[in-house]
């Protein structure tokens, strides 16, 4: 994952829960989201 900055990153994991993606996959990227300690600001 390190080849996605953390905005696109937060937007790739938006759209991955509005588009109802594989739960492993959303998983993977909020994963990642915390691992950098980042804020999404949305609710889950």
Partial sequence: ????????????YED???LK???EFIQILYAEINKRKLDLNIPL
């Fill in 1 to 12: 994952m390190n080849t996605l900055d953390d905005q696109a990153l937060i937007h790739t």
């Fill in 21 to 23: 993606l594989e739960e």
């Fill in 16 to 18: 991955a829960v509005n």
